[in-house]
C-alpha cells in the first residue's frame, strides 16, 4: 500500500490487543468464523499494518492452564517477535471475565476462595506483563454486577473492589512495577448491571483508594456510547483529573448490545471532537484500539480493519488542525468570546466581592439577546467532516 499523509508512524502511539485482531467472529448466536491467530502471527500482522503497540490479556498470550515451561516457550517466542518487527508493549490486562470460576464475578464475588483466586491472577499478569515492560496495567470488571440484587449488597461489593485494588497497588510497589492501574467503565454486557457503569463512577471511586495516585480510567467510546454518554466529555473529565491513563477507541451505535465497531465508523462526528480533544490537550498515552473486524471478513479484511481504526483517526487529526486554522472559525470563536456587557469577576471567594457581585444589576434580556452563530458554526464543521471545504 503507498504511503501517503494517514500512514501510521510509531509517534502516532497505535495499539491493538491480541484479543481485538485475534476476535474470531464468535457471537451469542454464531460460533467463529475465522480460525485461530497466534499470538505471534498477531504481531506479525499488527507489525505489517503499522500499528505501534500489542496489548494483551494473560490468557491471550499463556492459557490458563498451562504450566511453567509452556509459559516459558511462549514468553520467549512472543519476545523473539516483538524484537523482530519492534512492536512493544504499552499495556497489560487481565482476564477476569472467561472462565466459569468468574461468573459471579471476580474481586467482588461473594466467595472469599474467588476473590483471593482473581487477585492472585492479576498479580500473574502484572507479572507477566511486566516482564514485556508494559507501563499500564487495564482492568475491566466485566463480571463485577448482577443479574439479581438478592446476591449482595452493592455497597458491599465496592469495599470488596476497594480491598483488591489496595492490594494491587502495594504489589505493584513491592514488585519496583511502577504500574499505572486504568480502571475500565461499562454499564452492562456480560452481567445485566455493572457496579462501576460510568467512567465517572470510577472517577470517584478512585479518591477512596489507598493510592489514587496509581490509579486512572481507560475509557471505552462503546462503553460511553451504549448508554448514550458523551465520550468526550467523559475523557474530557477524566483528563482534567489528571487521570486519563488510556483510551479505547472504538465505535457503537447507542443502545445496542457491544459493537467494538471499527473507530470513528459508526458515529464520525462524535470520532472528530474526540480526536480534536486528544491532540488539543496533548495526550501523550497509547491510542489503543479496542476493536474488531466484522464477522463477514476474513484475515485480509482484519488488516483492512486494523489500517482503517488508524486511518480515520489521522484523517481526523488531520480535520481537527484545519478547524483550529479555519479563518472563519476563529473569526466566530473570536466573535463568540466577546461580551458587551460589564461584570464583577466570580473567580475565588472574597468577601468584598460577593458583596459587589449581590449588588451589581444584571441585564438579563440584554445578555440573552446575542445569537452564538452555533449553527453556522457546526456547519462549518460538517464541511469540513464532508471534505467540501
Ligand atoms: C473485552 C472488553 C473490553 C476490555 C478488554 C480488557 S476485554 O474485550 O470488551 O472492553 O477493554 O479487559
Ligand atoms: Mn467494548
Ligand atoms: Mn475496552
Known sequence: MPSDKYTPRAED?????????????????????????PPVEAVRLLAGVGAWGVNFHDNDLVPIDAGAQ??????????????ETGVVVPMATVNLFYDAVFRDGAFTSNDPAVRAYSVQKTMRAMDLGAEFSAGVFVLWGGREGVETDACRRPDEAIKRLREALNYLCEYSIDQGYGYNFALEAKPNEPRADIYMPTTGAYLHFITTLDHPELVGVNPEVAHEHMPGLNMTHSVAQAWEAGKLFHIDLNDQIPGRYDQDLRFGSANPKAAFWLVKFLEDVG????????AHAYRTEDYEGVKDFAR?????????KDKAAQWNADVEIRALLAEMAETGHQAPPVGSYRKE???????????????????????????????????VR
Open 13 to 37: 502511539k497505535f495499539s491493538f490487543g491480541l484479543w481485538t485482531v485475534g476476535n474470531r467472529g464468535r457471537d451469542p448466536f454464531g460460533d467463529a468464523v475465522r480460525p485461530t491467530l
Open 70 to 83: 509452556e509459559r516459558e516457550r511462549i514468553v520467549r517466542e512472543f519476545r523473539q517477535v516483538l524484537d
Open 283 to 290: 495526550y501523550q498515552g497509547a491510542r489503543h484500539f479496542d
Open 308 to 316: 482503517g481504526c488508524m486511518r480515520t483517526y489521522l484523517v481526523l
Open 353 to 387: 466581592d460577593a458583596s459587589r457581585l449581590l449588588a451589581h444589576e444584571f441585564d438579563r434580556a440584554a445578555l440573552a439577546a446575542k445569537g452564538l452563530r452555533y449553527e453556522r458554526l457546526d456547519q462549518l464543521t460538517m464541511d469540513i467532516l464532508l471534505g
